[in-house]
């Protein structure tokens, strides 16, 4: 079937096939939860999480696959690694643990909103919230499983007016990035897509961003 396609063809069994690709998607959704911990571990005591993830992978290639913290979602990552511990009877204790981590970083990131409010005497309560990208990756219009709409429904339920925006969506409810900007006081990254990069905030907006994409930060693509 493929090989018309001049591509490298690698033969397995039937089984051996499907446990491939469970392996891994399970290994690379692991693999984010893992950065995602040191994420949470990291605002926990607080601390920057990039800066500390910069520092280990400079110069050493030991650490070139070191991920970046961030929304970990998706159509295949989560169910792959779901299915993987259905298959081995629920003994994958990692997949579980990921699922745990990556599951919940829209509620970390709600909670550092309103410890960061709270030192200023506001809260989430009437503020008028931003979700900046609603995809789950990068530079793309996808929106399966996408966990800016889980944090979405947590600001919501904090009693916030949430205004949601993506440069590659239209969707009915939403808005543009401009009317985004101009209209939110509190913002959070939901997807860094690239046309993100160049964005200016007012002085006084709070912006959260988990993936550690530099927008916001002057310097930094």
């Given at each position: 079937l493929f090989r018309p396609l001049?591509?490298?063809l690698v033969e397995l069994e039937l089984q051996e096939a499907e446990a491939a690709k469970l392996f891994l998607n399970a290994w690379r959704y692991v693999e984010f939860g893992t950065a995602n911990q040191f994420y949470h571990i990291a605002l926990s005591k607080g601390l920057d999480f990039e800066r500390i993830r910069s520092a280990v992978v400079w110069r050493y290639p030991r650490a070139e696959?070191?991920?970046?913290s961030g929304l970990t979602?998706?159509?295949?990552?989560?169910?792959?690694t779901m299915q993987l511990a259905a298959y081995c009877r629920h003994t994958f204790s990692l997949g579980h643990a990921a699922m745990l981590v990556n599951e919940t970083t829209p509620d970390v990131l709600v909670e550092l909103a309103r410890r960061e409010l709270a030192a200023v005497g506001q809260n989430l309560v009437g503020a008028t919230c931003g979700v900046l990208g609603m995809a789950f990756k990068p530079n793309n219009d996808d929106t399966r499983e996408s966990l800016a709409f889980k944090l979405r429904r947590l600001l919501v339920a904090e009693g916030a007016e949430v205004?949601?925006?993506d440069v590659y969506i239209r969707r009915e409810g939403f808005v543009?990035?401009?009317e985004l900007l101009e209209r939110c006081d509190v913002l959070f990254v939901g997807c860094p897509h690239r046309e993100y990069r160049g964005l200016t905030f007012r002085e006084r907006q709070r912006l959260f961003?988990?993936?550690?994409?530099?927008i916001g930060r002057p310097g930094k693509a």
């Open positions: 001049g591509v490298d696959g070191f991920p970046r979602a998706g159509p295949c990552l989560f169910k792959d205004l949601c925006s543009s990035t401009d961003d988990c993936w550690g994409s530099g």
